[in-house]
């Protein structure tokens, strides 16, 4: 490196392509990284929507509800390191101002977020991962997390679930694999309408967590269902080409799906 000269570094996988640029970065706890980019050289593979379409909702209870009735439980690692981080920062907080020992104790206090941290991608990763790999649609929720966290009530565990950077993943997973990335506005009714015969419900308060149709009689999960309804919305905005949403009735393209190869 210019100036520095040989760095000696722990490698996660053998580069490909040409080198160009290489950016140097500290945490808080001491530790340097240097982050490579190259160019392979190769082009990102055409998107095709043949195959299997999932939606996904988000949640604090299970972090993932998918359409097809799996619930990824939520590891709140925040909650995990929670009361050590809190001793580490009352032991930082007795220190004196400018001494060695207060700086002893911030990189100690510094390494439990950067855990945190580490842990929260490693499950993104991996469950971000899984659901790209098995899946060629993914629809997700359009949810504005900055505007959620204000909630004084949620606000730790929003932030601790890291929904913002789990679609991020989504996102730039799917167009390396050449998938397709669906986001549904975030307005759109998904919990209070049925799956089965797209009747809306004038109310239903958090504290439900299944109920019954009134108009065809179907049982549902409101987790699963909301995913349903936010894959077939994600499939209806497919079909008809463009990324708005429609706030007036809804119709299911059946057809133009099955034409696509989709599978619902």
Excluded at 62 to 90: C, M, V, W
Excluded at 139 to 152: D, H, I, S, T, Y
Aim: aromatic content about 6%; overall charge positive; hydrophobic content about 30%.
């Amino acid at each position: 490196m210019p100036k520095i000269g040989k760095v000696y570094c722990k490698v996660s996988r053998p580069p490909e392509g040409n080198l160009k640029s290489v950016r140097v970065s500290v945490n808080p706890s001491g530790e340097y990284f240097a982050s490579c980019l190259y160019d392979d050289g190769k082009d990102l593979p055409e998107k095709s929507s043949e195959g299997k379409a999932i939606g996904i909702d988000v949640g604090l209870t299970h972090f993932a509800i998918t359409s097809d009735g799996t619930k990824h439980g939520n590891p709140q690692y925040y909650r995990k390191y929670e009361q050590r981080l809190a001793r580490r920062q009352k032991k930082l907080s007795r220190q004196q101002k400018g001494s060695k020992n207060r700086n002893k104790a911030r990189v100690k206090v510094a390494k439990v977020h950067s855990k945190i941290v580490r842990c929260r991608e490693d499950f993104l990763h991996k469950l971000s991962r899984k659901l790209v790999d098995e899946n060629q649609v993914i629809v997700v929720e359009n949810l504005a997390v900055r505007n959620m966290v204000k909630n004084p009530k949620l606000a730790k565990s929003i932030s601790d679930a890291g929904w913002g950077q789990f679609c991020t993943m989504l996102k730039y997973k799917t167009e390396w694999e050449g998938k397709v990335y669906i986001e549904v506005d975030r307005f759109f009714s998904s919990s209070k309408t049925c799956s089965n015969c797209l009747n809306p419900v004038d109310s239903l308060s958090l504290d439900i967590r299944s109920w019954q149709c009134p108009k065809c009689g179907e049982t549902h999960d409101r987790d699963i269902n909301a995913a349903k309804n936010i894959r077939d919305e994600g499939l209806r905005i497919l079909a008809v080409g463009h990324t708005a949403t429609a706030f007036g009735g809804r119709v299911r393209p059946v057809k133009a799906l099955l034409l696509q190869g989709i599978s619902p």
